[in-house]
């Protein structure tokens, strides 16, 4: 089991929800008891960049799915990004966004909220207030373009891979961390720079946390396991913004990852559907399911790495500082919530579209196999996936505010 000391052979008492102690031979007289010998036993991930698309896309996504999706692959906290309709960018958005989330939900949830140029202090200080988890903020993304933006900026009439590459250059995404990084620095503001894509990305962080800024790095597993030389076999379910780059980009990303430079891997959960993401290069959507994957994919990389108990660093104990729910998630200790993952270490898992529970069953990473298999998951103790559903319902999770 993954415990703050480390790696440990030991039983978790559960009872209301939360984990009451950690240690040997703790099941009393009459206690339900879940044997796990030979299996790992993790805290529940927190995939802190999801999109939900609820409300706004319901033939894409909706927190139902999204939720079933998660929890499948032991991820027992969705962070919601602000871009459904209506956008959450005031109080009000959020409280109905929530309450709509309430009676869907399998997993936790959380919700980011949305800084425009246009937004003011009063606003932000709502959505707080609300529960945001924080603000997101969109750096030179022509946001009402959307998807077309590949053809309308290279007017293209049948665009490739590489042109999508050429119009979304990585020295964009370092000047863009540079100026953003460079403002938190002054303002004192923490940042939080999502969905980390390129060398020279990585290469502009580091330097500015080298400088002081207050940063903090994601990447996503498709930037970690693929490159731009996959497209010919993945296809549009790689297409994703920012892009799926070169080999070196993939490789200083996991060396970032390694060197603990970039700390939370999370997956910019973007569903389309099935037929859009049919559609020729440049006509798809970019974006692509990816929550139920987290997990495994983790899990194989950190033990390629040497270490597999890294893993539920980057996708749960991380990821729960980074969102101020490190008082109730992201380890199991007593105290915190018993969201718990029961992992087979010598069962592998082959990504393909019969076993993904989203609303779409394409995925970056289908046909790849990684060795582990999600078994049984629960959130606050009760079963959510892999056994005989508990009676619990996902709910609002909220920031300790510091
Ligand atoms: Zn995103």
Same mark, same amino acid.
Request: aromatic residues 6%; glycine residues 10%.
């Given at each position: 089991m993954h415990t703050p000391e480390g790696p440990r052979q030991v039983d978790v008492h559960v009872a209301g929800g939360v984990i009451t102690s950690v240690g040997n031979d703790l099941a009393p007289a009459g206690a339900s008891t879940v044997d796990a010998t030979g299996m790992y036993v993790l805290p529940g991930a927190i995939d802190v960049h999801v999109h939900s698309r609820d409300p706004g896309f319901p =033939?894409?996504?909706?927190?139902? %799915?999204?939720?079933?999706?998660?929890?499948?692959?032991?991820?027992?906290?969705v962070i919601d990004m602000p871009n459904t309709v209506p956008a959450v960018d005031?109080?009000?958005?959020? *409280?109905?966004?929530? !309450?709509?989330?309430?009676a869907k939900a399998r997993v936790d949830y959380g919700l980011w909220g949305l800084v425009r140029s246009t937004t003011k202090a009063a606003e932000l200080e709502g959505l707080a207030a609300a529960g945001a988890i924080g603000f997101k903020a969109y750096l030179g993304y022509a946001f009402s373009l959307g998807h077309k933006q590949v053809q309308y900026s290279l007017n293209l009439e049948d665009p490739d891979y590489a042109d999508l590459l050429a119009s979304r250059p990585a020295e964009a995404e370092a000047v863009a961390i540079a100026a953003a990084a460079e403002i938190a620095g002054a303002s004192g503001v923490r940042l939080?720079?999502?969905?980390?894509?390129?060398?020279?990305?990585?290469?502009?962080? =580091?330097?500015?946390? @080298? !400088?002081?800024?207050? &940063?903090?790095?994601? %990447?996503?597993?498709h930037y970690l396991w693929l490159c731009d030389e996959d497209y010919g076999r993945v296809g549009t379910a790689m297409k994703i913004f920012p892009p799926v780059r070169g080999a070196r980009d993939r490789d200083a990303l996991? #060396?970032?990852?390694?060197k603990g430079t970039i700390t939370i891997v999370a997956t910019d959960h973007a569903p389309h559907? #099935? *037929?859009?993401?049919?559609?020729?290069?440049?006509?798809?959507?970019?974006?692509?399911?990816?929550?139920q994957t987290l997990y495994i994919s983790s899990l194989e990389l950190a033990s390629r790495m040497g270490d597999?108990?890294? !893993?539920?660093?980057?996708?749960?104990?991380?990821?729960?500082? &980074?969102?101020g729910l490190q008082g109730s998630k992201g380890t199991i200790a007593p105290g915190y919530d018993a969201d718990l993952v029961i992992v087979d270490p010598n069962q592998p898992t082959r990504v393909r579209p019969?076993?993904?529970?989203?609303? =779409? @069953?394409?995925?970056?990473?289908?046909?790849?196999?990684?060795?582990? %298999?999600? @078994?049984?998951?629960? &959130?606050?103790?009760?079963?959510?996936?892999?056994g005989r559903r508990g009676r619990v319902a996902g709910r609002l999770v909220r920031p300790a505010r510091r």
């Open positions: =033939q894409k996504e909706d927190f139902a %799915t999204l939720t079933a999706a998660a929890a499948a692959g032991g991820v027992t906290t005031a109080d009000g958005v959020l *409280e109905s966004k929530a !309450a709509l989330a309430r939080h720079v999502a969905h980390l894509s390129s060398a020279p990305g990585l290469a502009a962080a =580091q330097e500015a946390i @080298r !400088a002081g800024a207050p &940063l903090s790095l994601e %990447t996503c597993p996991v #060396d970032g990852l390694r559907t #099935d *037929e859009e993401k049919a559609a020729a290069f440049g006509d798809a959507p970019a974006g692509s399911p990816g929550v597999v108990w890294l !893993a539920p660093r980057w996708v749960s104990e991380a990821p729960a500082a &980074l969102t019969e076993i993904m529970r989203s609303k =779409q @069953r394409h995925s970056a990473l289908d046909g790849m196999e990684f060795g582990f %298999t999600v @078994r049984e998951v629960y &959130l606050r103790g009760s079963v959510v996936a892999g």
